[in-house]
Each structure stands twice: as structure tokens, then as C-alpha cells.
Nanobody, 115 residues
Framework: QVQLVESGGGLVQPGGSLRLSCAAS????????MSWYRQAPGKQRELVAV???????KYLDSVKGRFTVSRDNAKKTAYLQMNGLRPDDTAAYYC?????????WGQGTQVTVSS
């Protein structure tokens, strides 16, 4: 079965960096787009970044130039490199893949940006 396992979250000071990883299993990783979403308390879940099977990327406007999404098909892992973190980046971050008609989600990893 499809499994997505995130890691790499934590507490970081404003301006700091974190790299999130999403280890995938149970499907042919190289064939599917991988996305990162986030959800802050009291807010809707929002799409942060997506990387296609051929490495076309797309970003939420507020993270452009600070975040980089990537994938390693050999390792079946997606990454989200986050630089220049700000307090408003604080959220639970979720890995996602869509295999129509099913959406698959990881369990989430918490990112807290605070001094």
C-alpha cells in the first residue's frame, strides 16, 4: 500500500533553514507528481510546492525564492529545502501524491519558526 513518511521538521529561529524529506513506498514513485502542503492552526491546508515526474516545479507565491522542492527517484524520496524561514511559515507540513482518484497523505511534520 502507498505510504508517505515525512521527516525533518523542528524548531528553528527566523532566517534559519530546514530540509524536509518524504520517503515513499508502495507505488512507482517516478511516475507521479509529489507535493508539499502545510496547515497552520485555524487555517486551511495550502499547497506549498509541487514537483512533477519530469522535475517541473511550482510554488506558493509567498515561498518563491526561499523554498526548493526536489525529488530523488532512485531513493523514492521528495524534499523541501526551506531557507529564510519566517514565523508565518509555522505549520504542519504534509507530503502528498495524487493517484486518481485517491489522494495520499503523510502523517505530517511540524515546523515552528520562533525566536
Amino acid at each position: 500500500q502507498v505510504q508517505l513518511v515525512e521527516s525533518g521538521g523542528g524548531l528553528v529561529q527566523p532566517g534559519g533553514s530546514l530540509r524536509l524529506s518524504c520517503a515513499a513506498s508502495g507505488f512507482t514513485f517516478s511516475r507521479y507528481a509529489m507535493s508539499w502542503y502545510r496547515q497552520a492552526p485555524g487555517k486551511q491546508r495550502e499547497l506549498v510546492a509541487v514537483v512533477s515526474p519530469v522535475n517541473i516545479t511550482k510554488y506558493l507565491d509567498s515561498v518563491k525564492g526561499r523554498f526548493t522542492v526536489s525529488r530523488d527517484n532512485a531513493k523514492k524520496t521528495a524534499y523541501l529545502q526551506m531557507n529564510g524561514l519566517r514565523p508565518d511559515d509555522t505549520a504542519a507540513y504534509y507530503c502528498h501524491t495524487l493517484q486518481p482518484p485517491i489522494n495520499y497523505w503523510g502523517q505530517g511534520t511540524q515546523v515552528t519558526v520562533s525566536s
